[in-house]
């Protein structure tokens, strides 16, 4: 079995190298994007299991580019889960409005993100590297 692919979709290049190393040494293969226009090409390119998806991007927001995501019936299966500097009061209730599948707020817990992955996946269990 391959390992799961995991898009992760964040304007700041630090959250993309901490997140996309974190998934990957737990086995996950991860691509990334700094806005959502290539996010679009990446869904299109490698059909992600997974997006963690920032809600504020250049352009086009996380929010905008989930509504989208999940209103088109070739992306709308892909799990989404928004992860945002800004957790103020109704930002939760706002993603999961827009169709995330699940909110984590930042600093990301290290730990944590592995495990939420993996049972937004089924998984059960995080992947380990071999």
Same mark, same amino acid.
């Given at each position: 079995m391959s390992a799961p692919v995991v898009l992760v979709v964040d304007d700041n290049p630090t959250n993309l190298k901490l997140i996309a190393y974190l998934l990957q040494a737990k086995g996950y293969e991860? #691509?990334? $994007? *700094? /806005?959502? %226009?290539? $996010?679009?090409?990446?869904? #299109?390119?490698?059909?992600p299991a997974l997006i963690l998806m /920032?809600?504020?991007? *250049?352009?086009? /927001?996380? @929010? %905008?580019?989930? =509504? #989208? @995501? =999940?209103a088109a019936p070739e992306t709308r299966d892909i799990v989404i889960i928004a992860v945002t500097a800004y957790a103020m009061k109704g930002d939760e209730e706002r993603?999961? $409005?827009?169709?995330? /599948?699940?909110?984590i707020p930042k600093p990301v817990d290290t730990r944590a993100l592995p495990r939420i992955v993996a049972q937004h @996946?089924? @998984?059960g269990q995080e992947l380990t590297s071999t």
């Open positions: 991860v #691509r990334t $994007a *700094p /806005d959502a %226009e290539s $996010a679009l090409e990446q869904v #299109r390119a490698t059909r /920032d809600l504020q991007l *250049p352009g086009m /927001d996380g @929010l %905008e580019l989930t =509504k #989208r @995501l =999940k993603a999961r $409005a827009a169709g995330c /599948d699940g909110y @996946l089924g @998984l």
